[in-house]
């Protein structure tokens, strides 16, 4: 009979871990509380064939991960799926094909419905995929401190071009002056987009909150957000990790320091992030489409087809702006994340060109050693 978790399972400590065992039942059945499809389950067909396990990845350290699948926690090896390419390596939220045995090991990943990523935090021209197959993303923003708008906006595209639904929720409506004021900041910033206010301390809106999760929630915003805080709430104990944040701007320590995976009581999981200081886009078009949406419905009325918004005649949104319908602060803000979205797919054709001219050159040298080798054989 399939095993179903009662409790969030312990991923502190690898001896806790049990092996996944052979008579696993390959179609997942006791996975659907972490997610488990039917369309995954047509996904994993193949791989069940061969003897592998369904397994959703809750943690993923050094070269181990922490997975879950039908009959129990496991600790298994990610070496078979290892890629210079960090877009394509195993994530939190990810799930997989897994060997079991004495020393389980992940064989494949299954297609990504969704994925949340970032630039590098190396700034590199590689993304980093911060979880995968999400359904809700939910942005923590304090009330304890001044509102953000770019940031919010930043948080907003990644969000948004992850194929995922943003829910914005203030938090720590206790500590702030005006709750209602930021939320119709907030709201202006974000229009389509369900904003909720908040506060652990009191409980404020808390039951909400979790009427309104279902299937994968993963939590995103600055350290001192209280992420974590609200995490518990949720999940109704001190499960995660939660730390003070400084008076004078409000900004705390990463108190989560990895992206983890647990079950919410009521149903559905809840993916838990570190803070997050920098929040770099890549290849968010998409998503800043929708967010600065009203921009860009306002450019197609523009006299010219390729208008910067600038000084240009008939330009509409410039027009907006005087007409108090639109910031100009939104349009520089829209204009920069543009920019930087730009850069980074630059880098990023950049780096693939640089790769197939290596991939040749190494071809290029086998053949010329190759033919080398056979001249003197003749």
Known sequence: MPHHFTEPPDFTDPSDFTHASRSTDPSGAGLSRYGWTETLDHAFAEHGAAGLVPARIARVDRGLCDAVTE?????????????????LAPCTGDWAALLPGREPRLAALLPRRSAIVRSSASRSSHG??????VDTVVLAVSLAAPLDAARLERLLALAWDSGARPLIVLTKADLAADPAAARAEAGAL???????????????NIDVLTALLSGTTVLLGSSGAGKSSLGNALLGDE????????AQDGKGRHTTVRRELVPLPGGGVL?????????????????????FAEIERLARDCRFGDCSHD???GCAVQAAIRAGELTR????????????????ASRTDARLRGERA??????TSHLRATYKFRDRQS
């Open 71 to 87: 009959s129990g926690p496991v600790r298994a090896a990610l070496t078979a799926l290892h890629s210079p390419d960090p877009l």
């Open 329 to 344: 602060r939104r349009l520089d803000n829209y204009r920069k994340l543009q920019r930087e979205n730009a850069y980074a």
């Open 271 to 291: 993916i838990d992030t570190p803070g997050l200081r920098g929040i770099s886009l890549y290849d968010a078009a998409d998503g800043l489409e929708q967010v």
């Open 190 to 204: 974000a229009p389509g987009v369900d904003i909720l206010v908040t506060s652990v301390s009191t409980g404020q």
């Open 358 to 363: 290596n991939r040749q050159k190494a071809i």
């Open 311 to 313: 000084t240009e005649p």
């Open 128 to 133: 980093q995929v911060l979880a995968a197959n």
């Open 239 to 246: 499960l995660l990790a939660t730390g003070a944040v400084r």
